[in-house]
Structures are given as structure tokens and as C-alpha cells.
């Protein structure tokens, strides 16, 4: 990546050197990272139950689920499965009905509301199917948006948010209303917002679902970049199995158990 | 950006709708400030009353006349400065009989040192004290009228007859302004005397009402039950009141236009707040997705409740700012004057008070919060993961 890497000055967190690239692994290595307690996601006797007309909803079943730190994971499964909500349980989004989440050695089960959505905002980053880009904001405006919450100095915030459209080759898009871009452009500003807080973990939810296949294709090496290059650990959603090659990890889920 | 500048943003999501919503509510503003203004300007003779004057009428009402000798006693109580008398004459213009107006019979010599912001050219005052069917007529009913000094006019009473076979004719003498905002520019001043010489022996020396002016403004109500003893053992009993209250209860007469005014006022202010809440709930409805996003990269639902409430006070002060603008200049350089002119009886003057247009301000911003109450809780309680899953 040729891009400058994020300011470290005024936050130790944001720490996109080249020295810090973790070399490209194998999936037995990521496996094996994941079992042997280097495992930065660590769910155990997970189980999600939903009320749905009247009646309870089991979606995730007695699931115990390990993802080592830098590992690029493809969650797949038919619908229905529990990808979303394992997903959702991972991001801190939601709660298990049983069972413990522990992402870093944080146990986002037991937080609070308001402790968990401080964690959010500096842990996880989210790539939407739908990009969810807010329209009254442009390109960089934003990918600013999560900055927000963080006590960086407006000037700062702009210019990582900057960085980032560059991270992901938006450079020339920065003024640009979300109306005014491609799908693929969009799901880029999306990831650039994704990661301008320079999380610990992304999620990416059918990330290229809303795409065509050159789109998709490019959205999936951009991912595959901030996995090698800057050694972010990412757990994606998806159908495609095209895109669950990408990769380094698939898992299959079916009826709320991993297979 | 700021969280304050990301939530003005949203107002202008939505160009039409917020533009209509602004409208709406400039014109429940402006419609606020008209209603205001009317019952500003009519108890403004009550608001601007003298301090230092007292008026003292027949016990009963105001209806029933006192004996002229009582201004006599009056004046020779210790702490009236002076005292003069009047009578309401019940004139009208019998060529433009649908235009209601004032016609009071004074006594020329002290009615003018008591109402002192009734002003009076010299000459004017001169000419009207010598002649005894001399008439001063406000500026605002000369012009109605388009009577002129030196006119001859003829009026006819619903009160008194006019002198045998003849007609009640007068000549304008002078006309007069307003020094302050409680004079009604759109009265007739008569000589009383010639009015008292014209009745039949019966209804001669009686007079409606005592004005005084005391030394004291602070001792009004104290000079009020003063000058109420007087009488007490005579054959016609007094009221006194300081001449706010006198004004005040005169106004009482109509305190039923004066609620059915409070009444709709308050409705139009319900109205426009329930636009701007409907406007609010449709735009958190439409963002519900976006709340969610929001919500799942960090945002609390305090952030989410700071967006919708500055979105609807934005929307709020717009309005009112709208309001404003349309509302002040058409009473002040339109309606104000019309009505001034035509019905100053009414609205003597009617003109948008500077602090209606604070308030009117602050009301808007203030009843664009309260329309957010609702939706902001509404966003509040949205489940992040059923906002996400909802398609925009």
C-alpha cells in the first residue's frame, strides 16, 4: 500500500505502519492460533433465542466459536442459518440469550448500553450490504462520522478521514454525495469509515451483495488488503462463495450450529 | 462537522416538506402575532392608563349619571391636583352611519389639563374653548370622516334629542393626536355646556363620570375609596377606581371575545405543533436506518435524541423567523394602519409590541421541542438490529 499511514501522534490506536503488517498466513495457521488461546473473538455456549407471534426462536444453538487475531473469516450458511445474528453477537449489537462473548479479552455480554456502544465506536467497524452511507453527508463527511465521537480535533478528524478515502482509492471522490457514486464507490466510502478509527475488527455483513462482479471483486481485495496489510482481523457474512475464497477461513453454519 | 451542523443538515433533507412545514408554521406565527396584537391593542388604553388618574362613576354603572355639583367636592378633596367631567354623548354621523365612534361632552377648560396626552395645538384648543358648539376631533376620525377645521358637521344622539327643531350642529375647531398609546384618536370632544343647555329642564346637570388627577399616583386606590366617602351618604353613590381598573372593567364587558381570542390563539399554537411533530415523526421514520447505523458505530441514544430535537427547533426558529417577517411588516406597514384608521375606536393602536416578536421567536423554538418530545423518544427505542435490517 502506498498510502501514507494514519497519524500516530495525538492516538496511539491508529497504527497503519508498514512494520506492523503481519506476513500472509495459512488457514491451518489461523486455526491452530485460534485453539491454542490467541483467539481475539472467543464465544462460548452461545445460544439466541427470539419471540417471534408468540413462540420462541432458537437461532443459535450451544455455539462455541474462536477467530484468531488477523484472520480474514467467511461466515456462510442458507438463510436462516444464524450468520447475521452470530454476526450481529460478535459487533456487539446484540445480546446472547446464554452463553459469554469475549472479543480481546472484553466481555461485551456483560457491558452496558452505553459501554458497549463506547466499544463499538473504538473496537469494531461495519461494512453494510447496504453501505449504509448517511445521504446529507459527502464522501468524507461520512467516513468523519465515527471520528465524531472520539476526542480528535475537527482538523484531525478531516484529515484522517482523508487518509482513509485514500486507503481505499477515493481520493478524488472526497466532496461527492453518496447519490453521486457507483455501488462499488459507496461500499468503499463505507469501508473507509469502517475503518478510519482503526478498529480492532470488522465486520462486513454481505458486503458485495448489492454489487456486480467486477464491484464485488474489487470491494473483496480491498478487504483482503486491510486483512494482509494492516493485520485486521475480519469476519464477513456472505452468500457468494466466491467471495468466502477470499478468505482465509470459511465456517458453515446450518440451523444455528457451526458444521 | 459537528453534531450540531450534521443535525441541521437534516432539515434540509427533505426541500419540499420542510419549506411547506416552515410555511405552516410562519403562518400559525404570523396568525399568533395578529391575535396578540388585537388584544394588545385592545387593552392597551387599560396597560397605558395614567397612574395618577382616578374616575369616579354612579355605583350602579357607568350608565347612570352623577349630579354635576359631585365634581365640585371632588375637587375640593385634599389631594386631587384637578378634576374634570364627561358625559358619553352617543354621536354618530348620520351620513356614515355604520362607522362608530367616541363623542364625549367635556368641559373644554379642564378636560385637557387632566388628560394631558391629548395633544392640542394652541390655536386649536383657543378657538374650540371659545366656541361653545365647537368639536376637536382626533386625527384618525378627521380623516375618516374627512371633516377638516372649520367644517360645519351634524350628528345625531341616541342619547339626547337635539335642541327644538333644529339638528345637533357643530363647527371643527381643531383636531388632535395622541401622546400616548392609550388615547383614542378617533373620538369627538363637545362642550358639555352646550349639550347640558339643550335639555329639557329634567335632565339638565347630570354628568357620566369624574376624572381626577391626584398628587399622589401611589395613593390612587387609597384616593379612589376616599372620594367614595364622600358620597356615601348622598343620594347617588360613587365607584372610584384608578383609571386602569376603571379601563380594565370597562373592558371586562368583552371578556368573552377576549377568551374566544386566548382560545383560538392557543389551538393555532397546538396546530402548528402537531405539523411540526407529524414532519418530525416522518422524517425519524424515514431515518430509521440511518439511526440504526449510527447507532452501531458508536452513537448513543442521547445523540440520536440531540439530532431529532435540534432538527425540530431549527425547523421551529425557521418558521418563526418567517413568521416574523411576514407578520411585522404587514401589520406595520398594511393591516396597523387600516385598522388604526378605520376602527381606532377599536384598536386605537395597533402596532406588533417588540417583545410579541421575542416571544413569537422563542415560542416557535419552544413548540418545536415539544414536538420532538415524541418522535425523539420514538427513535430512542429503536433495536439497532431492526433498524439495520430495515430497507431504506
Do not use: C
Amino acid at each position: 500500500m502506498s498510502e501514507p499511514a494514519f497519524s500516530t501522534e495525538n492516538d496511539p490506536r491508529i497504527g497503519w505502519e508498514a512494520a506492523d503488517k503481519p506476513p500472509s498466513r495459512s488457514e491451518a495457521a489461523y486455526r491452530k492460533d485460534a485453539t491454542d488461546n490467541d483467539s481475539v473473538i472467543r464465544l462460548r455456549g452461545i445460544t439466541k433465542e427470539f419471540e417471534r407471534g408468540g413462540e420462541r426462536l432458537r437461532v443459535l444453538q450451544s455455539l462455541d466459536f474462536d477467530v484468531a487475531r488477523g484472520s480474514f473469516e467467511a461466515l456462510m450458511g442458507p438463510s436462516g442459518s444464524g450468520k447475521s445474528t452470530l454476526l450481529n453477537l460478535i459487533a456487539g449489537l446484540d445480546r446472547p440469550t446464554s452463553g459469554s462473548i469475549e472479543i480481546d479479552g472484553q466481555r461485551i455480554d456483560q457491558m452496558n448500553e452505553s459501554k458497549l456502544a463506547s466499544w463499538r465506536a473504538n473496537s469494531v467497524g461495519f461494512v453494510f450490504q447496504s453501505y449504509n452511507l448517511l445521504p446529507v453527508l459527502t464522501a468524507v463527511e461520512n467516513v468523519e462520522l465515527p471520528l465524531l465521537l472520539t476526542p480528535v480535533a475537527a482538523s484531525e478528524r478531516r484529515k484522517r478521514a482523508q487518509t482513509a478515502l485514500r486507503v481505499v482509492g477515493l481520493e478524488d471522490r472526497m466532496e461527492h454525495f453518496p447519490r453521486q457514486l457507483s455501488g462499488g464507490q459507496e461500499q468503499r466510502v463505507s469501508i473507509a469509515r469502517a475503518i478510519v478509527t482503526d478498529p480492532l475488527l470488522i465486520v462486513a455483513d454481505e458486503p458485495t451483495g448489492d454489487l456486480d462482479r467486477q464491484s464485488a471483486d474489487d470491494i473483496l481485495k480491498l478487504l483482503e488488503t486491510l486483512n494482509q496489510s494492516l493485520g485486521k482481523t475480519i469476519v464477513m457474512v456472505t452468500h457468494d462463495p466466491a467471495a468466502a475464497e477470499r478468505a482465509t477461513i470459511t465456517r458453515h453454519l446450518d440451523k444455528g450450529r457451526l458444521k | 462537522m459537528t453534531f450540531a451542523s450534521l443535525a441541521a443538515r437534516n432539515v434540509l433533507r427533505n426541500k419540499v416538506r420542510t419549506v411547506l412545514t416552515i410555511m405552516g408554521v410562519a403562518v400559525a406565527i404570523v396568525t399568533f402575532l395578529l391575535l396578540r396584537t388585537v388584544l394588545s391593542s385592545w387593552t392597551a388604553a387599560a396597560d397605558f392608563a395614567a397612574k395618577d388618574r382616578v374616575v369616579t362613576r354612579h355605583k350602579i354603572t357607568f350608565v347612570m349619571p352623577l349630579p354635576k355639583r359631585y365634581i365640585d367636592q371632588v375637587r375640593q378633596t385634599p389631594g386631587v391636583k384637578t378634576a374634570t367631567y364627561a358625559n358619553w354623548f352617543g354621536g354618530r354621523n348620520p351620513n356614515k352611519e355604520d362607522q362608530f365612534f367616541g363623542t364625549f361632552a367635556v368641559d373644554p377648560d379642564t378636560y385637557f389639563v387632566v388628560y394631558d396626552d391629548i395633544a392640542v395645538p394652541e390655536g386649536d384648543l383657543k378657538a374650540f374653548k371659545e366656541d361653545k358648539r365647537g368639536v376637536i376631533l382626533g386625527d384618525v376620525l378627521a380623516k375618516s370622516m374627512e371633516w377638516k377645521v372649520g367644517d360645519e358637521i351634524t350628528l345625531e344622539s341616541g342619547i339626547y334629542a337635539p335642541p327644538a327643531d333644529s339638528q345637533w350642529t357643530f363647527t371643527v375647531r381643531g383636531i388632535y393626536t395622541a401622546k400616548s398609546r392609550a388615547v383614542d384618536r378617533s373620538s369627538l370632544l363637545l362642550h358639555w355646556d352646550y349639550m347640558n343647555d339643550s335639555l329639557p329642564e329634567g335632565r339638565r346637570d347630570a354628568i357620566g363620570w369624574v376624572v381626577s388627577r391626584v398628587t399622589d399616583p401611589s395613593q390612587s386606590a387609597g384616593m379612589g375609596v376616599t372620594l367614595d366617602k364622600l358620597f356615601d351618604d348622598q343620594d347617588v353613590q360613587t365607584l372610584s377606581q384608578d383609571e386602569h381598573s376603571f379601563n380594565a372593567s370597562f373592558l371586562a364587558g368583552f371578556s368573552a371575545v377576549l377568551k374566544a381570542i386566548n382560545f383560538v390563539t392557543l389551538a393555532i399554537l397546538l396546530i402548528m405543533t402537531l405539523i411540526m411533530a407529524n414532519t418530525i415523526a416522518m422524517g425519524v421514520r424515514e431515518r430509521t436506518s440511518e439511526y440504526g447505523t449510527m447507532r452501531a458505530i458508536g452513537f448513543m441514544p442521547k445523540h440520536i435524541v440531540f439530532f431529532v430535537v435540534i432538527e425540530a427547533a431549527v425547523l421551529g426558529l425557521l418558521g418563526g423567523i418567517v413568521g416574523v417577517a411576514i407578520g411585522y411588516p404587514f401589520v406595520e406597514r398594511g393591516l396597523g394602519r387600516y385598522l388604526e384608521e378605520n376602527m381606532g375606536t377599536l384598536f386605537p393602536f395597533f402596532r406588533v409590541p417588540p417583545l410579541m416578536m421575542v416571544a413569537a421567536l422563542g415560542l416557535s423554538v419552544m413548540l418545536g421541542l415539544l414536538a420532538s418530545v415524541i418522535p425523539a423518544y420514538l427513535a430512542t427505542r429503536i433495536r439497532v438490529t431492526d433498524a439495520l435490517r430495515r430497507v431504506v
